[in-house]
């Protein structure tokens, strides 16, 4: 659940904060880009939001209806967390400061694997 929480509480900061979070949060300076430029990258923030409501959606429809995706999903949550390592270091971005998100990024990945792997551990199973 605290998964499903985080990443919907991420959703709405990025679908209805007024720059998407990108210099309030991400401290992306897009008070320096062209009016055009920063709308740009406000929308790109988004669409994030929007994407991350749908994945918040199904991380809560798995674990309220179908639980048996629980390990599926958690693969999936490390899949996306690496993969964010990966485009930070490949595809860097021009902030100000220390994006949170950058910071968590590995933490998540981690943790991800771990909750995968207590997700499937079925422990001593009795004869």
């Not at 900061?13 to 991400?26: K, N, R, V």
């Not at 971005?93 to 909750?115: C, D, H, K, Q, R």
């Given at each position: ?49 929007l994407?991350?409501?749908i ?52 933490p ?20």
């Amino acid at each position: 659940y605290a998964l499903t929480a985080l990443t919907l509480w991420r959703s709405q900061h990025h679908l209805f904060e007024y720059d998407g979070g990108a210099q309030s949060i991400a401290t992306i300076p897009i008070d320096t880009y062209s009016s055009s430029a920063a709308e740009t990258v406000v929308g790109i923030f988004g669409l994030w939001g929007l994407s991350q409501l749908i994945i918040g959606l199904i991380y809560m429809l798995a674990a309220i209806r179908y639980r048996a995706l629980i390990p599926f999903l958690y693969l999936l949550f490390t899949f996306e967390y690496g993969m964010r390592l990966w485009v930070g270091a490949n595809k860097t971005i021009e902030t100000e400061g220390t994006a949170p998100g950058s910071m968590i990024n590995l933490p998540f990945m981690i943790v991800g694997v771990v909750l995968f792997a207590l997700s499937i551990w079925r422990g001593k199973e009795k004869s």
